[in-house]
Structures are given as structure tokens and as C-alpha cells.
Nanobody, 123 residues
Framework: QVQLVESGGGSVQAGGSLRLSCVAS????????MTWFRQAPGKEREGVAS????????YYATSAEGRFTISRDNAKNTLYLQMNGLKSEDTGVYYC????????????????WGQGTQVTVTV
């Protein structure tokens, strides 16, 4: 079993920055990818950025490319999402997830989820 706890959300003006953190505990051999998802009100959950644990390779949604950076501190068992140049459309609940991730941006590929952290971008 894997437990995930996110933090770092908040309210920020457009153009600002936030860094989300996700502390992981436990172990599952099924976990190959760790990914940040977000869900805006009335919309489906979407993949934002992912990291392949074995190699550190990273993947980004088009909307996040160039503005967001996903990283992992193995010593602290912590996943990060540095978000710069935030836009109003980045508003939503951000979830940390761990799982097989064969298609990294599909929520159904993930077995373990955090509780989510709210990000609100104001204009």
C-alpha cells in the first residue's frame, strides 16, 4: 500500500508561482509512475505532469509544458510540482497519484491517490 499526502496549494494571482509537494509512504511494486492530476469544477480529472520513477523521465500536458516542472526527491520520498506563470485556467484541485501509468495521463492507470490540494488563480 502507498499513502500520498499533498500540500502547497493556495490562492495566487495570475502570473504567480506555487510549489506543490506530495509525500509518499509505503511501497507497491505496481508503482512505476508518479503523476500530478488536476480537476477543475465541472470538468474531468486531467494529467498535468508525470515522472517515470526508474529513470526520472518526465512528461507534461501541453498546457503545462514550459511553465510547470515535476521533480522527485528520493531521499525525502517527496514529489514536487513547481508551477510558474499561473493562469486562471490552472485553477482546480491538484492530486498526486501513483501507479502503473502505461498511459501516464489516464486516471484509471493509478491505484493510489492523495486527498488533493486546492489551487486558485485569481485575475
Amino acid at each position: 500500500q502507498v499513502q500520498l499526502v499533498e500540500s502547497g496549494g493556495g490562492s495566487v494571482q495570475a502570473g504567480g508561482s506555487l510549489r506543490l509537494s506530495c509525500v509518499a509512504s509505503g511501497y507497491s511494486q505496481r508503482v512505476r509512475y508518479m503523476t500530478w492530476f488536476r480537476q477543475a469544477p465541472g470538468k474531468e480529472r486531467e494529467g498535468v505532469a508525470s515522472i517515470y520513477i526508474a529513470t526520472g523521465s518526465t512528461y507534461y500536458a501541453t498546457s503545462a509544458e514550459g511553465r510547470f516542472t515535476i521533480s522527485r526527491d528520493n531521499a525525502k520520498n517527496t514529489l514536487y510540482l513547481q508551477m510558474n506563470g499561473l493562469k486562471s485556467e490552472d485553477t482546480g484541485v491538484y492530486y498526486c497519484a501513483a501507479g502503473r501509468g502505461y498511459t501516464w495521463y489516464w486516471p484509471k492507470e493509478y491505484d493510489y491517490w492523495g486527498q488533493g490540494t486546492q489551487v486558485t488563480v485569481t485575475v
